[in-house]
């Protein structure tokens, strides 16, 4: 006890002792003011106070978080005030911070921070001048009218990010004057043309990322004089005319991003001399010409995308990868002719759809019947223009030589408006607002849909394309390295293959450890920033997601934009093949059947209770409910954006999900509830009871749809009239019949009439819980059987393996395709 006392009263004493240093430092260099200035300029801002911030005491003396200090003369030279809660415009109070060097007020849009939301022309800051050197401000929807004119003059600034502050007006070409500076980010406002050529006056740039404005431009030449210059990201902000040749001096740069524009002509000649580059992305533009073999050389390649474009012509292979650092390479959607190239195994490649390999076609753009370049979503251009393709909208052939689009002529001889013009001017403004109005309602079924699929945007665009690398793992689910899964598919072999389905294919896949995992390879590319974020997001969901009845992600890899899921193993296929084949259906019997409902019910419940808001499954089907060792039903393909590439340009007005199984509601009004898989889980639940698929052809062939094929017969004729004929009358009537009646009220058409999925348990789980299993007839040489009767003794009290217990050995690897 006493020994406890003395403890206490030292410590009291060091206490008293070093408040009394903090006091004598504070008084000795007047830091308290400093202090008091801080923690006004946070108050002012609405912000909370750090608890470190100690009024009376000094910020440098002692030790307040945010802030960095000159340890010569304790002065503040960074602040770090991101997501902190910042609200409203820079207050005045800053003005005395005066030593700042580095001020970080951005927002990076993330639930579970505290979010900032700076607003103004961040005026207050022009006191600041003289030492400032570093501001980020990104992701701030500032809610000003033009470029915040007081950035103009502080002239000492090296790095400076406005990026994603929706700040509209022309390209403030005031900026360039500013010539310490090194990294400059203006992406993602909404800045209107031309991109300027003084830009190339800014010779110690180091990065320039000035996409996703509405530029209406060519990319200025000047560029070129940007020696220094490692990062250049100009994607889709309509940039037009050819691609610069003059970036071909940019020796020093390694990223290059060019794609989702209208730039025509050929890549240029002297692109040769970018020995330093990494990543080229060319893609979704109307590049024309062939890909000379230095293309793929480049000393320093490692990720080429030129895919959507008009190149043409062969391509070399790649066979024996030291001579090349590539690792990806994206060519679909083309008009590639001549042998397929082969790549080896280290290069992730995407070609298998979509150009016109395999011909000799010499004048292949008048060739139509490539193969399958239908695949290509919104590529079209078939049709040649003296021998150049036709020119994208609003823009004329300037150069057929080398085939260069540019801006069509501005009609500026019609000064005089004739009658003709009034009235096309009429017709022009009547068909605007209807075309308004039609993208209003588009955007409000838009935005109810997306509502309920909101995830958390946890990853700013630029940091992801800027560091692919710098990702942290979600807990609980492993980060693999491309190598290692094509390791363990041997190069993703196809006699690995174990399904394939709209997303990509599925493989399996063995590791070093001994673990067999499936391995999902989706076969699109990441073509944005945000569709990678948006991977990322669904690796987040899918690892926080356990549960017996849910098939477990065990994985991913997302290197070159690649999206890959690795999941456990699932060893007897999925429900569909058991139960529509002749072989399969024999040991599904009626016992079988109903617990595999109540597995999928309870994997179900838990994806629409569990998150907030409910994780909606949409492709409910028997394809995708996997079968364990046990055989045991798991749902797969959960959590999964079924969104395609094409969505990135288009508002969706595709649906989601399979024919036969999508709820009509959400068919006919886009409504997506938790009450759309209640319905597919009816189908399902009746394709259990009858052995029928959702839909098939009659001898006319005519479609059958499932649900009204079984309600009239099932109220007239009863059970008898529907069940599973390969039952052979093995099956307890009256609990059939329940299934069936509770089949049929899931896939009520009008969503208020389906039950949840809790109630769907409740009916359910008791009548399980009352049955006893059948034993199967024991056969040999069938692996499901034994896999399954191994289990037989205590089936109903099998253990929870996957619920927080022991992970089970087994994984599958997944590889997405595009729908
Ligand atoms: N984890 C797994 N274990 C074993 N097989 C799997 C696994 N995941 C998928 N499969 C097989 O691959 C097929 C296609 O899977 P998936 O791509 O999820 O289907 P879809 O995209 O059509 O919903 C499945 O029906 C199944 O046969
Ligand atoms: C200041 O605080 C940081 C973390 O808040 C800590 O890591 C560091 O050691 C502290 N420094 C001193 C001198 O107390
Ligand atoms: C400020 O802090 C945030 C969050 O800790 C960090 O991500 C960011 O890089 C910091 N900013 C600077 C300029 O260091
Ligand atoms: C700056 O500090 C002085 C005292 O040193 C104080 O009088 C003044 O109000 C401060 N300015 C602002 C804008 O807070
Ligand atoms: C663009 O900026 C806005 C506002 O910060 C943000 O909401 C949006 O997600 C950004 N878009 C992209 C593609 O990053
Ligand atoms: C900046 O560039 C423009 C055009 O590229 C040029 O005319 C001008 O002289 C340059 N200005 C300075 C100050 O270097
Ligand atoms: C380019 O970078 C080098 C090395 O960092 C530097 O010495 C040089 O001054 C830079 N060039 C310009 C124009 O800033
Ligand atoms: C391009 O930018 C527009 C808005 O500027 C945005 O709506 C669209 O999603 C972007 N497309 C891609 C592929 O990033
Ligand atoms: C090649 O690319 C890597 C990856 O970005 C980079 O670290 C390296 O410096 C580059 N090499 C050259 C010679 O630029
Ligand atoms: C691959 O290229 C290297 C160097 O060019 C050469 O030494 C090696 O023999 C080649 N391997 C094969 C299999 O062609
Ligand atoms: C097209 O561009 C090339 C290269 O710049 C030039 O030599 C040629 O004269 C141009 N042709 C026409 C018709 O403008």
Request: aromatic share 8%; hydrophobic share 40%.
């Amino acid at each position: 006890m006493s020994g406890v006392a003395t403890v206490g009263k030292s410590l009291q004493l060091l206490f008293l002792i070093s408040s009394t240093i903090i006091i004598i430092n504070c008084l000795s260099s007047s830091c308290s003011q400093e202090g008091d200035d801080l923690l006004e300029v946070v108050r002012a801002w609405n912000a909370d106070i750090p608890t470190s911030w100690v009024p009376g005491t000094g910020p440098c003396q002692a030790n307040w978080s945010l802030v960095t200090c000159d340890l010569n003369d304790l002065s503040i030279v960074a602040l770090n005030l991101s997501n902190i809660g910042l609200q409203g415009p820079v207050p005045a109070a800053i003005s005395n911070l005066t030593s700042l060097q580095s001020l970080d007020i951005s927002n990076i849009p993330d639930k579970e921070v505290q979010l900032n939301a700076v607003t103004g022309d961040l005026s207050a800051l022009a006191p600041l001048q003289p030492n400032l050197q570093e501001l980020y401000a990104g992701f701030n929807y500032l809610q000003v009218d033009k470029y915040p004119e007081v950035i103009y003059n502080l002239d000492n600034l090296v790095v400076l990010k406005t990026d994603n502050c929706l700040i509209p007006g022309p390209f403030p070409v005031a900026l360039t004057k500013l010539k310490k500076l090194q990294v400059l980010w203006l992406g993602n406002n909404s800045f209107t043309g031309p991109v300027p050529s003084e830009l190339g006056n800014m010779t110690s740039l180091r990065e320039l990322a000035i996409w996703g404005n509405d530029y209406k431009s060519a990319l200025p030449p000047e560029l070129g004089n940007l020696g220094n210059l490692t990062y250049l990201d100009c994607q889709n902000c309509s940039l037009w005319g050819s691609l610069p040749s003059e970036l071909g001096k940019l020796k020093n740069l390694q990223r290059l991003y060019l794609n989702t524009n209208t730039f025509t002509g050929p890549i240029p000649q002297e692109w040769q001399d970018l020995t330093s580059l990494y990543i080229l992305d060319l893609q979704a533009n109307y590049v024309f010409g062939t890909v000379e073999p230095w293309v793929l050389g480049l000393a320093n390649l490692s990720q080429l995308f030129i895919s959507y474009n008009q190149l043409q012509g062969p391509l070399p292979s790649i066979i024996n990868n030291t001579n090349t650092r590539a690792t990806a390479i994206w060519i679909n959607c083309n008009y590639f002719t001549g042998e397929v190239p082969v790549f080896g195994p280290t290069i992730v490649d995407y070609l298998d759809s979509a150009n016109c390999f395999d011909t000799t076609n010499e004048n292949i753009l008048s060739d139509t019947y490539c193969a399958r370049r239908l695949n290509c979503q919104g590529f079209q251009q078939d049709v040649t223009q003296n021998g150049c393709p036709p020119c994208p909208d609003g823009q004329y052939l300037a150069n057929s030589t080398l085939c260069i689009c540019y801006e069509a002529a501005s009609s500026s001889s019609s000064k005089k408006f004739p009658v003709g013009v009034i009235v096309g001017i009429c017709i022009a403004v009547v068909v605007l607002v209807l075309a308004l109005i039609v993208i209003f309602l588009l955007l409000r079924m838009w935005r109810k849909r997306t509502q309920h699929e909101s995830r958390h945007d946890y990853f700013e665009d630029e940091l992801s394309a800027h560091d692919i690398l710098k990702w942290e793992t979600p807990k609980g689910v492993q980060r693999y390295s491309f190598q290692d899964l094509a390791n363990a598919t041997d190069g993703f072999n196809n006699a690995r293959e174990i399904g394939s389905g709209a997303f990509g294919k599925v493989f399996v896949g063995t590791f070093p450890d001994g673990k067999t995992l499936a391995i999902k390879r989706s076969s699109t590319v990441a073509f944005s920033a945000r569709s990678q974020k948006e991977f990322r997001n669904e690796v987040l969901l899918l690892s926080r997601l356990h549960h017996k009845n849910l098939v477990r992600l065990e994985g991913f890899c997302d290197e070159n934009r690649l999206q890959i899921l690795v999941y456990e193993y699932m060893k007897n296929g999925n429900l569909h093949g058991h139960l529509f084949t002749r072989k399969g259906a024999r040991y599904l019997d009626w016992y079988k059947r109903l617990e595999i409902a109540v597995q999928v019910a309870r994997g179900l419940d838990y994806l629409h209770s569990f998150a907030d808001p409910p994780v909606i499954h949409r492709d409910v089907k028997p394809s995708n409910i996997l079968l364990d060792d046990n055989l045991d039903a798991k749902v797969s393909d959960f959590g999964i954006s079924r969104e395609t590439p094409e969505f990135i340009t288009h508002v969706s007005t595709r649906l989601a999900g399979t024919a036969g199984y999508i709820d009509p509601q959400y068919f006919l009004r886009r409504q997506l509830t938790p009450a759309s898989d209640v319905y597919s889980y009816g189908v399902v639940l009746l394709e259990l009871v009858t052995g029928q698929k959702a839909i098939r052809k009659n001898e006319q062939g005519d479609e059958l749809n499932l649900i009204q094929w079984a309600t009239p017969r099932l109220e007239e004729g009863g059970i008898e009239a529907i069940v599973d004929a390969q039952l052979e009358g093995n099956y307890p009537k009256d609990i059939y019949l329940d299934m069936a009646q509770l089949a049929v009220r899931c896939a009520a058409f009008e969503k208020d009439f389906r039950p949840s999925m809790k109630m769907v348990l409740s009916i359910l789980e008791p009548q399980l819980e009352a049955s006893q299993p059948v034993r199967p007839i024991p056969s040999n040489d069938d692996v499901i059987l034994q896999a399954w009767s191994s289990t037989l003794p205590g089936a109903e009290t099998t253990p929870n393996h996957s619920d927080g217990g022991p992970v089970s050995n087994e994984i599958s690897i997944t590889v997405l395709e595009p729908r």
